[in-house]
């Protein structure tokens, strides 16, 4: 059973930048077949997509946010991170990290972390 | 910016069926990327409850059940039960965007 699990500041000042893990279990990181994902939800509101790693290390970002945002794969220690400069309030969420399994015709999200809220406030 | 959008809420009473509806493009639905389908209960991660459009994950109730057509796919639920008022997303893959991206989320209550 695989599992993912998000750690991190729980806070963070604005203009600065969030840093996220997510330590995976129960499955190897480098194996074919799957994307690495990055998710965010404002309080009350819809699910984001904020970005994606291949088990080579290849992004690809949502355009809203790739000016900011880095991810990276540590295949050394099983897990991928996240990067999210500039921050603003407008970036308080909880951030979740999922798996997707690569399919043809369509890529779903099969494993999350529990989530964790990251709020921006001085 | 959902490029998939969803009613803000349903209801049904007791053992009715509701329909969930998740309108998309050209450059997502309509372009044959798969519908899937996700529960989220309150304070929790969303939870995978339709994949590839039709099909339900071991676990499951067959209660729930999806389809796609043309830009648009919907949810259904059968049978509703006090346990399925909760949040409901689709996700897709969009080719402009060149990521995947979720409905609005629909809340469903359990009149």
């Known amino acids: 059973q695989v599992q993912l699990q998000e750690s991190g500041p729980g806070l963070v000042k604005p203009s600065q930048t969030l840093s996220l893990s997510c330590a995976v279990s129960?499955?190897?990181?480098?194996?074919?077949?799957?994307?690495w994902n990055w998710v965010r939800q404002p309080a009350g509101k819809g699910l984001e997509w904020i970005g994606r790693?291949?088990?080579?290390?290849?992004?690809d970002y949502n355009p809203s946010l790739e000016s900011r945002v880095t991810m990276s794969l540590d295949t050394s220690k099983n897990l991928f991170s996240l990067k999210l400069n500039s921050v603003s309030a407008a970036d308080t969420a909880v951030y979740y990290c999922?798996?997707?399994?690569?399919?043809?015709?369509?890529?779903?999200?099969?494993?999350w972390g529990q989530g964790t809220l990251v709020t921006v406030s001085s | 910016q959902s490029v998939l959008t969803q009613p803000p809420s349903v209801s049904g009473a007791p053992g009715q069926t509701v329909t969930i509806s998740c309108t998309g493009s050209?450059?997502?639905?309509?372009?044959?990327?798969?519908v899937h389908w996700y529960q989220q209960l309150p304070g929790t991660a969303p939870k995978l409850l339709i994949h590839?459009?039709?099909n339900r994950p071991s676990g499951v109730p067959a209660r729930f059940s999806g389809s796609r057509s043309g830009t648009s796919a919907s949810l259904a639920i059968t049978g509703l039960q006090a346990e399925d008022e909760t949040d409901y997303y689709c996700?897709?893959?969009?080719?402009?965007?060149?990521?995947?991206?979720f409905g609005t989320g629909t809340k469903v209550t359990v009149l």
């Open positions: 999922a798996r997707v399994i690569r399919l043809f015709g369509g890529n779903y999200f099969d494993y």
């Open positions: 129960g499955g190897s990181i480098s194996s074919g077949g799957y994307y």
């Open positions: 790693l291949d088990t080579s290390g290849v992004t």
């Open positions: 050209s450059s997502n639905i309509g372009a044959g990327y798969d």
């Open positions: 590839g459009n039709t």
């Open positions: 996700q897709s893959y969009d080719t402009g965007l060149s990521g995947y991206v």
